[in-house]
């Protein structure tokens, strides 16, 4: 089956563009999560879906950043009004369960000049 | 609140070395999950096990083996007969049964390199 997929792959945005970044879980798998990876880094949580709620968003770093997901399936992170500072591999995971193990995407390379 | 530290950095092993990576966490939790996960180049995270907090038995998949001591908050990974293959930041993890979801916590990772 197939896995967790991402894209684009990478993206390349100048200071100030906005972007999104799509996420399309394992089917069937209903907990979503998004993670930040910077330079060199762990990976940070951003915000966390079961079916199409985000009962938790707490790892948003600003209110430039917003995720929706729709269908229990697709989800799109979006950045508004991009920094250089938000540039880090944005990864996404899917679980079967709230407490079940969750498997990772490729990641969406974001760089803003 | 929940926190993973990987105190080494990186490490390099010959191949055909054994290797150890540190893992140790803090939870005030009684119930939680411990992760490793492996990011090759490609960029990737692969995951390879998942412990709960009450099991303490030591796991052995062919030439991984992690050790798990809640007594010292540890939970070590060791690689053993290093391949080149092996290259790559191994990354710890933890997550806490009493939050609001199941989110992990990371450590900054271990990159680890094994020279031919």
């Known amino acids: 089956g197939a896995g967790v997929s991402q894209s684009p792959s990478n993206k390349v945005t100048e200071k100030g563009k906005d972007v999104e970044l799509r996420c399309d879980p394992i089917s069937g798998h209903t907990a979503l999560y998004w993670y930040r990876q910077r330079l060199g880094q762990g990976l940070e949580f951003l915000i966390y879906f079961q079916g199409n709620s985000a009962p938790d968003k707490s790892g948003l770093p600003s209110d430039r950043f917003s995720a929706e997901r729709t269908g229990e399936s697709v989800s799109t992170l979006t950045i508004q009004r991009t920094q250089q500072e938000d540039s880090a591999v944005y990864l996404c995971a899917s679980s079967f369960g709230e407490r079940e193990t969750q498997y990772f995407g490729p990641g969406t390379r974001l760089l803003v000049l | 609140a929940q926190k993973v530290t990987q105190a080494q950095t990186e490490i390099s092993v010959v191949e055909k070395e054994d290797v150890t990576l540190d893992c140790v966490y803090e939870?005030?939790?009684?119930?939680?999950?411990l992760f490793w996960y492996k990011q090759p180049p490609s960029g990737e995270l692969v995951f390879l096990i998942r412990r709960n907090s009450f099991d303490e038995q030591n796991e052995i998949s062919g030439r991984y083996s992690w050790n798990f001591q809640k007594s010292t908050s540890s939970f070590n990974f060791t690689i053993t007969a290093s391949q080149v293959v092996d290259s790559a930041v191994y990354f710890c993890?933890?997550?806490?049964?009493?939050?609001?979801?199941?989110?992990?916590?990371f450590g900054k990772g271990i990159t680890l390199s094994v020279r031919p």
């Open positions: 993890a933890l997550s806490e049964s009493s939050g609001a979801n199941s989110k992990l916590t």
């Open positions: 939870t005030r939790d009684t119930t939680y999950y």
